[in-house]
């Protein structure tokens, strides 16, 4: 299948899976990591509003770690919990009927959305992020201290720096590493697959994988174009170690074409980040904070890559399987626009039913759309165990890629 001339380059490289090293081996020697190594701790001797010392020692959860077994890598993977988090106000296509000129018929045709949810009062994006991994560490019987690792997939945290470490604080996952992963729409994906790489070319047993954006902070609320799609959650799924005859990640094909970026972006705004200048030319200090624009997009840019990269990445990523799309179980798309998923589905040739989508109840929720679907097709029972799972997303940056999974 060639690529049509449009939004993406035909030279774009592939990424595919490879084994990172060899089956059953165990480190030792030079390759063992001592995770309870002691080592003295920084404290924080900062004094608080009240006058006295903040009582927490930075570090501390590093030196309290209980003592871990050796790291076995080479291991397979499989997802065996998932959950999920959504705001408590709905915004419906009647409501933003009164923001915008539209229609819930206007917006339901074109984009199959009806609601979507979006962060008010005291709601966090980390707190959703939270209450949705709490859930997959429910369902997998995983307790918290038993985490290794954390990655917080999201292109919108509650702290520039990332929030995944305040993540892992607040789920309570003290020998957990944590980190933050912005591949934006295609990023839970992204995560996934990374997960897998630290299991089998690392030696973690327990992996928390998030997807959590929240989207509404960046809409033009008055450009009818942009702010009928977009919606705020949390997903999270828990990947755990296994043999290699478990291994449930059987194929995947990432992406990405920077020359897309122009059709789908939310940028540093130009005028914010530029030094102020005197009246000789020369530029004068500080320069004026920055801020980010309202999410840009050329819709019809994106649908036809979306249409045409789509199906090419899980191809690819089946073929590295050995499978057909015969074999697939489920169709589990980033949830962007209903004619999205369905043109995708009818390329790969998938029956409506077996094509998961809950598009309509939330729109557009970034890097939490498929782990947010994929919590309600198991919780429903529609999702069974040995399943094979399809899930590709695609988007901002722009980015694609597609794992082909066994669901536990």
Not at 334 to 359: E, F, G, Y
């Amino acid at each position: 299948m060639s690529n049509a001339p449009g939004l993406v380059s035909p030279s774009t490289p592939c990424f595919r899976g490879r084994d990172l090293a060899p089956s059953g081996l165990v480190r030792s020697g030079l390759f063992m990591v001592a995770r309870n190594a002691r080592r003295a701790p920084l404290r924080c001797c900062a004094p608080t509003v009240g006058g006295g010392v903040e009582d927490h020692v930075l570090g501390a959860a590093a030196t309290s770690s209980k003592p871990r077994l050796p790291r076995v890598v080479g291991m397979g993977s499989k997802l065996v919990g998932c959950g999920s988090a959504v705001p408590k106000l709905t915004i419906s296509n009647d409501d933003l009927s009164q923001i915008v000129e539209t229609s819930d018929e206007w917006i339901s045709v074109r984009t199959g959305i009806r609601n979507r949810r979006v962060l008010t009062g005291n709601e966090t994006l980390s707190g959703l992020a939270v209450e949705a991994a709490k859930g997959a560490l429910q369902m997998a019987q995983v307790e918290p201290d038993d985490v290794d690792l954390v990655i917080m997939c999201t292109s919108t945290p509650d702290d520039l720096f990332g929030c995944g470490a305040r993540v892992q604080r607040d789920l309570g996952c003290k020998n957990a590493w944590a980190f933050d992963a912005t591949a934006a729409y295609s990023g839970f994906v992204v995560g996934l697959v990374t997960a897998t790489r630290f299991i089998k070319g690392g030696g973690f047993q327990n992996v928390l994988v998030i997807g959590a954006d929240a989207l509404s902070r960046y809409v033009d609320w008055t450009d009818r174009g942009t702010c009928i799609l977009f919606g705020d959650a949390a997903g999270a799924v828990l990947v755990q170690a296994c043999s290699s005859e478990e291994d449930g990640l059987l194929g995947f094909d990432f992406h990405s074409d920077g020359h897309g970026q122009k059709h789908l972006n939310a940028t540093v705004k130009d005028g914010e980040t530029e030094l102020i200048s005197n009246n000789n030319g020369a530029p004068l200090f500080p320069p004026k904070r920055s801020s980010f624009s309202c999410i840009q997009m050329n819709g019809k840019e994106v649908f036809r890559f979306a249409v045409r990269c789509g199906p090419q990445s899980i191809e690819a990523a089946l073929l590295e399987a050995g499978l057909t799309s015969s074999s697939i179980d489920w169709l589990l798309l980033h949830q962007a626009n209903q004619r999205i998923i369905d043109a995708v589905a009818t390329r790969l040739q998938m029956p409506p039913n077996k094509v998961i989508s809950n598009l309509a109840n939330y729109g557009n929720t970034s890097a939490a759309s498929i782990p947010l679907a994929l919590d309600e097709a198991v919780r429903s029972g529609k999702v069974q165990a040995g399943n094979t799972i399809a899930a590709a997303g695609f988007g901002a940056g722009v980015t694609w890629g597609c794992a082909i999974l066994r669901w536990k």
